[in-house]
């Protein structure tokens, strides 16, 4: 009996390892390099794969997609649930309209074009519309997208950026909007920027300067961003530095033009939060570059100029910001007013009509309050539920705003405000196939392991019952002041349609609650936001909304980070774990693109030997053990994501298939020809999609299309 029940457990051992066997990962070479820190030796053996332009890393690259799909294809309802995706992305979508000129232009989409088409018409309510321009025409693939637009004030002259491959630089160029011809004009390499227009002369724009032949571009260390000054008809090469470079180094500078066309507005920075003001009188030839706020310790936008008087918001002795008022010819904090004090609640502010709108956060949802631009309170707006409402800004002669709404199970919404009596008037409702009724949305808050209440949204179909079964799809950022807000998704509505249920817990180190809360989740507090998740997921399990075995955690970017703190520290407590474009390597993620000026939020390990111990004791990189067995784990990222570098992903994915033990996959999926997400196109986006919800179910042994077949 005893050798049956050795002879049992020797098979079932085998059988696991075989299992995990079957899954045959590429060789991935190791090279002899460390780094030390403070004395301390740190070996980093995937140090080639930051060069993602060789061809060793885009072979690494192709060898581990071909391993991913492989897998991938073998799950059979994968093609099913990505129909199903398609079949509810495919309903026309319509942006909020807005006047340039003579005419009225909206974005919109007809179901499944891989980019939004930008329409203009004479009237409101005219029928025909004429296609003004059409991104889907700039690559054969969707892979070229449009990235921000600006006319000028008589809306005669268009400038319009493009992003390739997703990739953050952007190509500005210029077109005659009554006509649609391209002009000669055109300014590459620009990144973090909008345009703002200087009259019909010329306009104002932010690059971090042209790369070098040869240059990595998209991973190389970006510190000294510029605004520079660009006159129609010349070329790029003549373009005049107005802002920042040798003499004014800064990591972080943007240039607007106030509405009325006569001050130059300048915020920099050198991280992501905190900057300085400055204003230039373009009214003047040669006018020098005034300081309003000349330190970085706090944070403050010019909302709007109206005559000799600034209107900032800022969160200088207001953690939840307030808004003030200054003379420009005293422009300093000193002497600023407030209009609209600080509250409980953080504001964001809109201006449009000859008013002013303060949009708050109260729980994590929409309040919005009109005021007059002297403060006075107009009116509370009413809304159309409990969600998130944006869009309340206009022109300061517009008589009327569009605004959109939404929620978890509300899809977005555009309503028509009336300025002057308040009232909001349905403008377009999306038709979805989808009832909101049949779906629930509630907000719970939960105690993370300080003590600190965390706040959660929480959404199912109705009648599902709390077995401790149901799938579950817990998603969370956790950094640089980002509020996570309700709001509708066709992607996660498949999720949902399929009966798993969908959590959002508003972690520490986002808005939600202001600058305070902010700051808890920052450097040698950052384990907080960790703790926070963790906290989430066990309040989701304690109320048996699921269980361990079907629990996937999932985040993007400083999200990612999250993700893969938390599967290191505690493996056992999700099944599946989802990095997408994580910053994984916490030790040197400052050494590429703009990841200095993440330096805020997480600190350095070049700053001192506290903070270097700090990072390296929470880093996913350096602190996967081996022997391990880790959740089933799709690392994503993209080949043109310069923002947070593939290489983060790269060396993550290596170092967890060489110290993974245990029958879970370990696999990354890395797309071509996009970046960090923004202009990704909708076929990609469906593919993702289907891609990750087939890998979340199948690794919970859960055939969505079958609830009692397993297709493991």
């Known amino acids: 009996m005893k050798n049956r029940y050795r002879i049992l457990i020797l098979f079932l051992l085998l059988g696991a390892h075989l299992g995990h066997a079957q899954l045959k990962y590429p060789t991935t070479k190791k090279v002899d390099h460390v780094d030390t820190y403070f004395g301390t030796q740190v070996p980093d053996p995937y140090r080639w794969m930051e060069a993602s332009d060789q061809p060793s890393v885009k072979a690494w690259v192709k060898a581990q997609n071909k391993v991913t799909f492989g897998y991938l294809n073998k799950i059979k309802f994968r093609d099913k649930l990505k129909k199903r995706i398609g079949q509810l992305w495919n309903y026309k979508k319509v942006g909020a309209p807005f006047k340039e000129g003579n005419y009225y232009y909206y974005y919109a989409n007809s179901g499944l074009q891989n980019q939004y088409v930008l329409y203009r018409k004479k009237s409101l309510e005219s029928k025909n519309a004429e296609v003004f321009l059409d991104p889907n025409k700039f690559a054969k693939d969707g892979t070229v997208s449009m990235a921000g637009m600006s006319f000028t004030k008589d809306g005669k002259l268009v400038a319009y950026l493009t992003s390739t491959g997703g990739a953050d630089f952007r190509d500005i160029y210029v077109m005659d909007a009554e006509t649609k011809k391209l002009r000669k004009d055109r300014v590459s390499f620009a990144k973090f920027t909008g345009v703002s227009w200087k009259g019909n002369e010329g306009f104002y724009y932010s690059t971090y300067g042209l790369p070098k032949k040869g240059e990595d ?8 961003h510029m605004v520079y000054y660009h006159k129609l008809g010349t070329p790029q090469s003549q373009d005049q530095l107005v802002f920042g470079g040798d003499k004014m ?122 005021y007059t631009m002297e403060g006075k309170l107009v009116r509370t707006i009413k809304l159309p539920g409990i969600g998130t409402a944006r869009g309340f800004g206009a022109k300061q002669k517009a008589k009327e705003l569009y605004y959109s709404f939404t929620s978890f199970n509300y899809p977005g919404t555009t309503f028509k405000y009336n300025i002057a009596t308040g009232k909001s008037t349905l ?52 950094g640089f002041n980002v509020s996570l807000r309700p709001s509708f998704s066709v992607a996660r509505l498949i999720w949902l349609e399929l009966g798993g249920i969908y959590a959002q817990p508003n972690l ?5 609650y202001g600058a305070k809360w902010h700051k808890a989740g920052t450097k040698m507090q950052k384990q907080n936001v960790f703790d926070d998740f963790i906290a989430a997921a066990e309040y989701l399990i304690k109320e048996k909304y699921t269980s361990s075995d079907y629990l996937a955690v999932a985040g993007g970017s400083n999200g990612g980070l999250l993700v893969g703190a938390t599967m290191t520290q505690r493996p056992k407590l999700m099944k599946v774990a989802l990095p997408a474009v994580g910053v994984l390597d916490m030790l040197r993620y400052h050494k590429f693109t ?3 000026g993440w330096a805020y939020d997480y600190g350095t390990a070049d700053d001192s030997k506290e903070m270097f111990n700090y990072l390296k004791g929470y880093s ?15 690392v994503t990222t993209a080949d043109h994501d310069d923002r947070v570098v593939p290489a983060h992903s790269f060396k993550f994915a290596a170092t967890l298939q060489e110290m993974h033990r245990g029958k879970n996959p370990v696999l990354i999926r890395i797309e071509s020809d996009a970046g960090h997400g923004s202009g990704t196109p909708t076929s990609k986006r469906i593919e993702q999609y289907a891609d990750i919800y087939s890998f979340v179910f199948y690794n919970m042994g859960v055939n969505p299309y079958n609830e009692n077949k397993s297709e493991k």
């Open 217 to 224: 571009y998209l991973t190389k260390k970006t510190q000294r």
């Open 620 to 634: 996913p990189l350096h602190n996967l053990k081996k022997g391990v067995e880790y959740p089933a784990t799709m």
């Open 427 to 478: 403008y377009r409702k999306p038709n979805i196939d989808f009832n909101p009724e049949d779906y629930v949305t509630k907000q719970v808050f939960y105690k993370s392991k300080d003590g600190t209440k965390v706040p959660m949204f929480i959404v199912h179909k109705k009648g599902v019952k709390l077995t401790g079964k149901n799938p579950t799809y817990l998603y969370a950022y956790g």
């Open 249 to 370: 180094p800064r990591r972080y500078v943007s240039g607007y033009v106030t509405e009325d066309g006569t001050t130059l507005i300048i915020s920099a920075a050198n991280r992501t939060t905190g900057n300085e003001l400055y204003y230039k009188d373009l009214t003047k030839s040669n006018s020098k570059i005034i300081p309003i706020v000349k330190n970085m310790k706090n944070r403050h936008g010019v909302l709007m100029k109206k005559g000799d008087k600034l209107y900032i918001q800022t969160n200088l002795e207001a953690p939840n910001n307030r808004v003030v008022i200054t003379n420009m010819k005293k422009p300093e904090p000193s002497n600023w007013k407030d209009i609209i004090p600080e509250t409980k609640n953080t504001l964001s502010i809109g201006s449009g009509g000859g008013y002013l709108f303060a949009s708050y956060l109260v729980d994590v949802k929409t309040q919005v309050k009109q």
């Open 594 to 596: 703009s990841g200095a």
């Open 508 to 512: 520490r180190g986002g808005g939600e």
